[in-house]
């Protein structure tokens, strides 16, 4: 049986989605789900990139055990060293580093002669082993690069002690056939001396296409995210590859990953939940269609037997269609099982005060599924420290030509602050005071707002996107109640407790290092 490696950088490629960046609580939530996946490679993040950065991949080091904990570096020492350090508590760990190998790349960008290239990414291999034996090296743009010379420069890495070669197509160029033939040859040529790995880019739509082709030509570890999630059009899709490899094991039984698929569904909600990016509605495995089936046809079939028209089971992937879950009269222990069930690892105090939540929740809305409780932790429990808290909104009512008005009690520092604000319509007068309350001038961005599950008491989430400071990007912010304006009210105070984090959090991390 030909084993293949489940590299996964959701948290590293994915967070490079625009607009998906994730604080360090939500990334240790996914990274356990991931374990808890079966992933065998953590991407945790690219450790040089921020010390926010370094310290969620070092946090991620603490507490993953089973699966392996990597940071990616550039082929530079201080990226390899701020890679070595913050993996350096993890239990099984990697430093994976990189350098573009394709003419445009190397002439344009690192304006670096071939062999200059070979010679860094040999250094740079060698100081990677100084901190950890495990050591990925990537051929950046390897799928446009020259395979004569990705053999010369993977013999020199293999020589150094690198012991996977990476070859990303990382502008989502190739043809499937073309990324099997370039990976068929560097097979002849590596042969047992080091893994091959592939990671794709899906810019035509050919990622997990093309890393298939790969496995059938000697890759034996595949680079992918949740959902497909990744830069611009994203990175094939974990889901889709552990998929192809279950259903098609008339052609794929001879290989093996270690995913546990009915993880799939709820690592899926827990990383579409905490960046606020749904997979389309027709995405293979994980949109909300994939096992609908509309035409009264299909229904029918379906129902004589679910193999006319389903190749796969949504039970498989963990997608339990009762998802109803659990009302006012439901118990604590009930609640935190159900919590470890959608992919949530939380702590004592986080269980009982996610618990209060979902009891004023009950509340107010009759039925509560799944997705209610996701949304409720990722908007309510896995935040950052609240340094300013919403305690009451107060809105005026919208009469015709009416002033829209609206007020709000704030606490920061254990003191409340009250004050009222009119606007050009309620969300503007809701953000005008509370900028003035805490002092910030917030540049909205984005806003977003859907139901996240059905019925005309359904919670509404509200994703904001905030620019307070015009130097850094906009921050992200979720709100949740089954009012859509106290939604918007806790996604501006979230996108602003973040921001406040961030920056503060950086200036500690900085001092530390100084
Ligand atoms: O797409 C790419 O080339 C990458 C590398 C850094 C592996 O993400
Ligand atoms: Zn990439």
Redesign the pocket.
């Given at each position: 049986m030909n084993n293949i490696i489940i590299f996964d950088t959701t948290l590293r490629?994915g967070e490079q989605s625009p607009g998906a960046s994730m604080n360090t609580e939500e990334k240790i939530q996914i990274a356990l789900q991931l374990e808890k996946l079966g992933v065998d490679v953590i991407e945790a993040g690219f450790a040089a990139a921020s010390p926010g950065d370094a310290d969620a991949i070092s946090k991620i080091a603490q507490q993953v055990k089973n699966s392996t904990v990597c940071s990616?570096a550039r082929a530079l020492d201080g990226d390899i060293k701020a890679a070595g350090e913050a993996i350096r508590e993890a239990n099984k760990r990697r430093i994976h580093t990189?350098i573009a190998t394709s003419p445009i790349h190397m002439e344009y960008k690192l304006k670096m002669t071939p062999q200059k290239v070979i010679q860094k990414a040999v250094d740079a291999v060698m100081y990677a082993k100084t901190f950890c034996d495990d050591v990925e090296f990537?051929c950046?743009?390897a799928g446009r690069s020259d395979v004569g010379f990705l053999k010369e420069i993977l013999d020199a890495v293999i020589i150094a002690g690198a012991k996977t070669l990476?070859i990303?197509d990382?502008v989502g160029y190739r043809m499937p056939g073309e990324m099997g033939a370039i990976i068929k040859s560097l097979y002849e040529s590596v042969g047992d001396r080091a893994i091959l790995s592939v990671?794709c880019?899906n810019d035509l739509g050919l990622a997990t296409a093309s890393s298939i082709e790969c496995i059938q030509n000697g890759a034996r570890q595949i680079e992918c995210t949740i959902n497909g999630l990744g830069?611009r059009a994203g990175n094939a899709a974990l889901e889709e590859i552990a998929m192809i490899l279950k259903t098609r094991k008339d052609i794929f039984g001879e290989y093996n990953t270690n995913i546990n698929i009915k993880e799939i569904y709820p690592t899926s909600r827990l990383v579409s939940t905490i960046t606020g990016i749904e997979p389309q509605p027709n995405k293979a495995i994980v949109g909300k269609n994939a096992f609908a089936h509309e035409s009264g046809i299909h229904q029918d079939g379906v129902l004589k037997n679910a193999q006319t028209y389903e190749i796969m089971s949504a039970k498989d992937i963990g997608l339990d269609k009762n998802s109803l879950v659990m009302g006012k009269h439901s118990g604590r222990h009930a609640f935190s099982e159900k919590l470890k069930d959608l992919g949530f690892n939380l702590k004592n105090e986080e269980i009982q005060k996610a618990f209060d939540k979902f009891k004023i929740l009950a509340d107010a809305k009759k039925e509560i599924f799944d997705d209610d409780i996701r949304a409720l932790v990722a908007s309510e429990i896995i935040k950052i420290s609240e340094v300013y808290e919403l305690i009451t909104l107060q809105l005026s009512d919208c009469n015709p030509g009416g002033v829209p008005s609206a007020a709000v009690t704030i606490r920061h520092d254990g003191k409340n602050t009250t004050d009222a604000a009119i606007g050009n319509g309620t969300m503007d007068a809701i953000f005008k005071v509370i900028d003035r309350v805490c002092g910030a001038k917030g540049k909205l961005k984005e806003y977003k707002v859907d139901s996240v599950t059905q019925g005309k008491d359904a919670l509404a989430r509200v994703v904001v996107k905030v620019v307070f400071d015009e130097s850094k990007p906009a921050i992200m912010g979720h709100g949740l109640s089954v009012d859509t304006m106290l939604a918007t009210a806790k996604a501006y105070i979230g996108a602003l407790n973040s921001y406040i984090s961030m920056r503060d959090g950086l200036r500690d991390i900085k001092n530390r290092l100084i």
């Open positions: 490629d990616l990189f990537s950046e743009d990476n990303p990382t990671h880019h830069e």
